[in-house]
Nanobody, 127 residues
């Protein structure tokens, strides 16, 4: 049984930092690329960024580029989302997801490519 579990969500002031973690079990982790998505109240789910199966390639949506960093530890089956210079508009439920990788790439434009999703962790940024 595949399990994807996020942790680390919290309330933080604008300008602050937060680190989200995602732990995956039940699959061959380095056969999957990993993505982070977020869902804010009243808004559609949005892709935040992703990391390829090797960890060598990443992609970020423009609104977080330069502020967020995704990394992974294939030995520990974990993915980390480091969020710096947080803004109130980053407030959302953040989800980690796994997609089967056929090459060393990743993408967030098609959420349907992700087979496994976590339950989410709440990030709230106060102004």
């Amino acid at each position: 049984q595949v399990q994807v579990a996020e942790s680390g969500g919290d309330l933080v002031q604008a300008g602050g930092s937060l680190t989200l973690s995602c732990t995956v079990s039940g699959l061959t982790f380095d056969d999957y690329y990993m993505g982070w998505y977020r869902k804010a109240p009243g808004k559609e789910r949005e892709g935040v960024g992703c990391i390829s199966k090797s960890g060598d390639n990443t992609y970020y949506t423009r609104s977080v580029e330069g502020r967020f960093t995704i990394s992974r530890d294939n030995a520990k089956h974990t993915v980390t989302l480091q969020m710096d210079s947080l803004k109130p508009e980053d407030t959302a439920m953040y989800f980690c997801a796994a997609a089967p990788a056929y090459g060393d790439y990743c993408g967030i434009s098609e959420s349907s490519e992700y087979d496994y999703w976590g339950q989410g962790t709440q990030v709230t940024v106060s102004s």
